[in-house]
């Protein structure tokens, strides 16, 4: 079994990577909080440029292959927004809560045929911090914003977001619902089998003859 660290302090989301790698017998991971790793600014501008800087550092102060995803929501009305910026939306400091409560406010005046948004998670594998060819994953997870927030589960703006095909919100799906349908779970289940691959002593053979063809 091979120890993977994943670069997150967010209780939300260390437990859906546990549930999602939960059948994973290979793939043994273990939240960056547990070995003292510390977060680092998201300085990147896009979802991809802030994976790879949080994937880094967890795989240099770990000495393990790390895995890190940058997500966030995508407001069509607001040009976008919250987008990179999702996680400190109210500001420094700031709850869940008062995110998508600043998003309700922004979107007061938006009609209801116009609320159309998007989850996105943007997910990388390193082998090492220096690796020159990470994995990269996305998964899109489309929906609406409403009027007020419903329901108790989940995390982020899972109250405030409408999932059509099965009439309410993220905060009111099961966890298994939501591990299907998520933008996370999405991206977790197309890197699984790269990392398998990817880690297998095979693959490392593969590489080395490779790189000494050229």
Known sequence: MKNVIIASNNPGKITE???????????????QQH???????????????????KARNAARCSGMPAI???????????NGAPGIYSARFGGANTTDQNN?????L??????ADQRS???????????????????????????EILAAPQGDQGFGYDPVFYVP????????????????????????RELIPQIKQALA????TTVASSSCCH
Request: hydrophobic share 40%; net charge negative; aromatic share 8%.
């Open 35 to 53: 070995l003292s790793v510390p977060d680092i600014q998201e300085t990147g501008h896009t979802f991809v440029e802030n994976a790879l800087l």
């Open 117 to 143: 948004a998007y989850y996105i998670c943007v997910i990388v594998f390193l082998r090492n911090p220096m690796d020159p060819s990470p994995l990269i994953c996305q998964g899109i997870w489309r929906g």
């Open 201 to 204: 002593p095979t693959a490392h």
């Open 106 to 111: 922004a979107m007061d005046d938006v009609p």
């Open 17 to 31: 990577f546990e549930q999602l790698f939960a059948d994973q017998k290979e793939i043994s991971i273990i939240g």
């Open 68 to 78: 890190a995803d940058d997500s966030g929501i995508v407001v069509d009305a607001l």
């Open 165 to 188: 095909e099965l009439q309410c919100s993220a905060a009111q799906l099961t966890k298994d619902q939501k591990n299907q349908l998520s933008h996370r779970g999405q991206a977790i």
């Open 100 to 104: 998508y409560e600043k998003l309700l």
